[in-house]
């Protein structure tokens, strides 16, 4: 749309951060009026004024068909004839100028033709119909959702409903969003003719939606020259003082930069690795956040190197020469190459120490990478066309942030909203986040989260809305609850629940920190059954249950009260109430049967000599056992490995060799730590009454963050079934570690 032709806050001679591709000269707007208006157009011409776009456009696609283009530019030629730019020139000039950006980034010939028309059907009197006859559905289909989003108010006060509607009508073909951010990139070059404070507005509405959105979408080149843009209008003093920081630095004799470029260049030819290594100038808005980081800036802090190779083996070579041969900081290593960003990136970051201490930063990258990584989305064309072979991965999927990505994500996100005004809430916050962390499944894939995102983001990344059942969570081995906040290279084993009707926990929201969480969580909470908060509740406010071993001892018991119903004849089965529900007795009460039954221990030389298993460390067969002499002539037998073996030991006790008789009965407490759900307790006496073990007592506490524990003191017929026991316990869906424990007196 409208913008004005020159920016007087635009950088002046310095170079911006210095061009990551091969520099083309700037386009000269009045020139390129007058050869729209002038120049031949004939049928078997191309014309003059899209010459430049040719250029760019085939030193992509050198096969591709310019006919599209030249009969684009006649029509949008003709229909903007006469209208001009508040700068002067005539208005070609602006989808001309978009039109190149795009071509430079490796655009399609579909999308090139598409830009061309972006303005005329809302600005002239072309129909879209008109598009379709001449040029096909798939280029009336762009224009008409480059023209929808031109309707948008990104702004503060946009209408949120508005801007979803646009989404929705645009965001599935990322093509659509190309051409907005390079007609954006061109407006914001050319702003300079508009009073201030429209510059200003402009401006911020160019930093808070579109810079993120040329982030999410992976366009570094978009990126980084609209975040200078912005920078020289929202903060002219600190760009002024950045641009004398590069200028002064430019001024000196001596670049270390290039010799340190001209050393890497001597090792890898020396190791026979081909490679081209470039300097690549940091921006405005880079070079502002590194001095405000280290303050004095040296030569080596005003650029990286690029090195640039053919293969991805090559990437790993090149690191492997620098770090041999060089001295590398190794904190500022980064795989992006095993790992990549979600919005396409891919590179290896490293960094060399000169010998004065300056410290050079180092991207090495194959030449595709690089494409993907300075084009994002725009190199990779038409996402209906079928995947090149350089754009897919093993299993065949399209790496495509859209297919599945951030852009798709985000149409799931606004039709699972409940309402438009959390689409647009979570929206917004989610285009703050600037910071990604990438974390590891089991299966070795891999999750992009946002920095702060926890375990419970990571369910709803990778389950979507199955993560309802989720109950906890391993980090890096060890046992996390859902609101665990996640760091980049974490390894998380999430563990999911049985029940198809578990329900969030309220308490999820606290801990949800993107959309996918927040808007799943949201909206299965407004939908359950009015009770559930109110089972919550009782759940969170239970005393310990202490379990009857008359009632639970003898059979599993039962999964709800209709399961459990007693027969007119019998007397009203007890109930345990505890944190995971009420929990019915399996029948009548009946008289166990439990007598001081434990395996037998021999003292060796005094066959005769009482042992007693000691009560700290409950040992059975066939761990390894000694005893030591108590009072009234009596051996207490510990386990080995027992802490108080060696506080005895230290006493000067006397110390008995024992072993296990041929009895092998034992008593041992069990205790089983799990997630609270419903039913878990009924599961859990129910597996150990399939393994044929009575129960003496059990007792279970109240949950603590989200987590119960249950203690057993179990009677098992064989101590040889004790490891098939706890495997039983550890199966119950929720359980999550059983180990042996001291044991409980029952009823306490």
């Known amino acids: 749309m409208s913008a004005d032709a020159t920016n007087p806050a635009a950088p002046g001679p310095v170079a911006p951060a210095g061009p990551r591709r091969r520099a083309r000269p700037r386009i000269d707007l009045r020139r390129l009026g007058r050869a729209a208006v002038l120049g031949p157009a004939a049928r078997d011409r191309l014309p003059d004024a899209i010459g430049h776009v040719a250029e760019a456009h085939r030193a992509h696609f050198p096969e591709a068909d310019l006919e599209p283009l030249r009969r684009a530019y006649v029509l949008a030629e003709s229909s903007h004839r006469g209208q001009m730019r508040k700068s002067g020139e005539p208005y070609i000039t602006h989808p001309l100028a978009v039109t190149l950006i795009l071509a430079e980034l490796g655009a399609e010939t579909t999308t090139l033709t598409a830009s061309l028309l972006h303005d005329t059907v809302e600005d002239t009197d072309v129909t879209l119909d008109q598009v379709r006859e001449q040029f096909g559905e798939e280029v009336r289909y762009l224009v008409d959702g480059v023209t929808k989003l031109e309707k948008v108010d990104y702004g503060a006060a946009a209408e949120p409903e508005t801007f979803r509607k646009m989404l929705v009508a645009s965001g599935s073909d990322v093509r659509v969003m190309s051409i907005k951010l390079a007609d954006r990139l061109h407006n914001m070059r050319t702003l300079g003719v508009m009073r201030p404070d429209k510059q200003a507005r402009i401006a911020k509405v160019t930093r808070d939606v579109l810079i993120p959105l040329a982030e999410r979408l992976g366009v570094q080149a978009l990126k980084t020259e609209l975040e200078d843009l912005v920078f020289a209008i929202l903060h002219p003093e600190e760009?002024?003082?950045?641009?004398?920081?590069?200028?002064?630095?430019?001024?000196?004799?001596?670049?270390?930069?290039?010799?340190?470029?001209?050393?890497?260049?001597?090792?890898?030819?020396?190791?026979?690795?081909?490679?081209?290594?470039?300097?690549?100038?940091?921006?405005?808005?880079?070079?502002?956040?590194?001095?405000?980081?280290?303050?004095?800036?040296?030569?080596?802090?005003f650029g990286r190197l690029l090195v640039l190779v053919n293969e991805d083996a090559d990437c790993y070579a090149v690191l492997g020469e620098l770090h041999t041969c060089m001295t590398p900081v190794v904190s500022e290593f980064k795989d992006f190459i095993a790992v990549p960003k979600f919005n396409l990136y891919q590179s290896l970051h490293t960094a060399v120490a000169r010998e004065d201490g300056q410290v050079v930063e180092v991207l090495i990258r194959t030449h595709q990478m690089h494409k993907a990584a300075e084009a994002g989305v725009v190199a990779l064309g038409n996402p209906y066309a079928p995947p090149a072979e350089e754009h897919t991965t093993s299993d065949g999927e399209r790496a495509d942030p859209t297919r599945p990505g951030w852009l798709s994500r985000l149409l799931e996100w606004q039709r699972a909203a409940p309402d438009t005004d959390t689409f647009w809430s979570t929206l917004r916050e989610d285009l703050a986040q600037d910071r990604e962390i990438t974390v590891f499944r089991p299966d070795g894939g891999t999750l992009g989260l946002p920095e702060g995102a926890t375990c419970v983001d990571a369910a709803y990344a990778q389950y979507g809305e199955d993560a309802h059942a989720c109950i906890g969570a391993r980090v890096n081995g060890r046992l996390a609850t859902l609101s665990t906040v996640l760091k980049d290279g974490d390894s998380v084993q999430l563990l999911m629940g049985q029940d198809p009707a578990s329900e969030p926990s309220r308490e999820w929201l606290d801990h949800a920190h993107t959309p996918a969480a927040r808007i799943a969580i949201q909206r299965r909470l407004a939908t359950r059954r009015p009770t559930a908060d109110r089972d919550e509740d009782a759940v969170g406010d239970a005393a310990p249950?202490?379990?009857?071993?008359?009632?639970?001892?003898?059979?599993?018991?039962?999964?709800?009260?209709?399961?459990?119903?007693?027969?007119?004849?019998?007397?009203?089965?007890?109930?345990?109430?505890?944190?995971?529900?009420?929990?019915?007795?399996?029948?009548?009460?009946?008289?166990?049967?439990?007598?001081?039954?434990?395996?037998?221990?021999?003292?060796?030389?005094?066959?005769?000599t009482a042992a007693r298993l000691a009560g700290c460390c409950t040992p059975v067969p066939p761990d390894g056992i000694t005893g030591f002499a108590v009072r009234g002539g009596v051996v207490t037998v510990h386990r080995v490995e027992c802490a108080a073996v060696a506080r005895m030991r230290s006493a000067g006790r006397a110390e008995f060799g024992v072993h296990w008789g041929e009895t092998t009965a034992c008593r041992v407490t069990l205790l089983a730590e799990s997630f609270g759900r419903p039913h878990l307790l009924a599961d859990l006496t129910e597996a150990i009454a399939l393994e044929g073990v009575e129960i003496i007592s059990a007792t279970v506490a109240p949950p603590a963050q989200q987590r119960v524990r249950h203690t057993y003191t179990l009677q098992l017929p064989d101590a040889a079934g004790l490891p098939a026991l706890m495997r039983a316990m550890r199966n119950v869906p929720g359980v999550y570690d059983v180990s042996r424990t001291q044991p409980q007196q029952p009823g306490l």
Not at 263 to 282: K, S, Y
Not at 567 to 592: H, I, M, N, R, Y
């Open 239 to 301: 760009y002024a003082h950045t641009r004398e920081l590069i200028a002064e630095n430019a001024g000196r004799p001596g670049d270390p930069l290039t010799e340190v470029a001209e050393q890497v260049r001597g090792v890898l030819r020396e190791a026979d690795v081909p490679a081209e290594v470039l300097i690549r100038p940091r921006h405005f808005v880079s070079v502002h956040r590194v001095s405000r980081k280290r303050g004095h800036l040296r030569g080596c802090d």
């Open 545 to 608: 249950a202490v379990v009857d071993p008359a009632r639970a001892g003898s059979a599993a018991v039962a999964r709800s009260g209709a399961d459990a119903a007693p027969s007119p004849a019998d007397p009203a089965p007890s109930q345990v109430s505890g944190p995971l529900g009420t929990v019915p007795a399996a029948g009548p009460a009946v008289k166990t049967a439990f007598g001081p039954r434990t395996a037998s221990v021999v003292v060796a030389g005094r066959p005769d």
